[in-house]
């Protein structure tokens, strides 16, 4: 039975809060050095992630910050949908995710053809991002963390990273195969491989996907990780300058 029809998987596997907002514990903590903004709204730069995050909802205040930061006529995450709007404020449409964690099923491990990935990479990481389309990957996304590729006919066949941090954990991302190696097994050697690294670190594992991503649930259901949340996500608008 998958985890997303499984009722049993609506138990959370880890009642870890910092999870329930994991882009501003990784602004506020691992990733403060990259972070745009202060004590109530914070960011990315945008050739980072397009990831941004707020202390509270609740502060009134929060609204001109956003403003501050991102300016007007400009999209920034969602709040939940309980959270009423100013005026001026749109919602966009909202897509459902999952969150998943790992278990101690999972048999993390170093892979003998991983290579690490870095600047001079970028232009083929992000070359298989545009064709796998795994979900964002930026000029500058691979400063988050490790990113790990294997190789064939010298061309980069996959590869996985690090994105978010926060306390206790890293979030594994751009899980992406070129579709000429696909069936290999190349994105779970390289999804087990970051594994073991944060496990090295003292830090567990987490992955966020679309609800609608089934293939890809399904790989990382078998490889060990158990559905936390069922979350949306989505985007606000800035009012006009007007």
């Known amino acids: 039975m998958s985890l997303l029809t499984d009722p049993a998987f609506d138990t959370p596997a880890y009642d870890d809060s910092v999870l329930d907002d994991a882009a501003w514990s990784s602004l506020t903590g691992e990733h403060a050095h990259l972070a745009e903004g202060g004590d109530l709204v914070r ?6 992630s397009p990831f941004a995050a707020v202390r509270t909802w609740d502060d009134p205040d929060v609204w001109a910050a956003i403003i501050d930061l991102v300016g007007y006529d400009t ?16 919602r966009g449409e909202l897509h459902a995710g999952v969150q998943l964690v790992e278990t101690d099923r999972i048999a993390a491990r170093p892979d003998p053809e991983a290579v690490v990935l870095g600047e001079a990479d970028v232009p ?9 389309k795994p979900g964002p990957f930026l ?25 978010l941090r926060p306390a206790g954990w890293t979030e594994i991302s751009a899980v992406a195969t070129d579709e ?21 670190r003292g830090a567990r594992a987490l992955m966020h996907a679309a609800a609608g991503n089934t293939n890809a649930i399904r790989l990382y259901e ?9 979350n ?10 007007a």
Request: charged content about 25%; glycine content about 10%; hydrophobic content about 40%.
């Open 180 to 200: 000429r190696y696909r069936g290999q097994g190349l994105a779970s050697r390289l999804v087990l491989d970051v594994v073991h690294h944060v496990h090295e």
């Open 124 to 132: 083929e990481m992000l070359d298989l991002v545009a064709r796998a």
């Open 43 to 48: 960011r990315y730069p945008v050739d980072v």
């Open 75 to 90: 999209d920034f995450p969602a709040p939940p949908e309980s959270v009423a709007l100013p005026a001026g404020w749109t």
């Open 139 to 163: 000029p500058r996304t691979h400063e988050l963390g490790r990113y790990v590729g294997i190789r064939r006919d010298g061309r980069l066949a996959a590869m996985a990273g690090e994105r």
């Open 222 to 230: 078998s490889l060990g990780f158990v559905l936390r949340r069922r």
């Open 232 to 241: 949306e996500f989505g985007t606000v608008r800035t009012p006009s300058a």
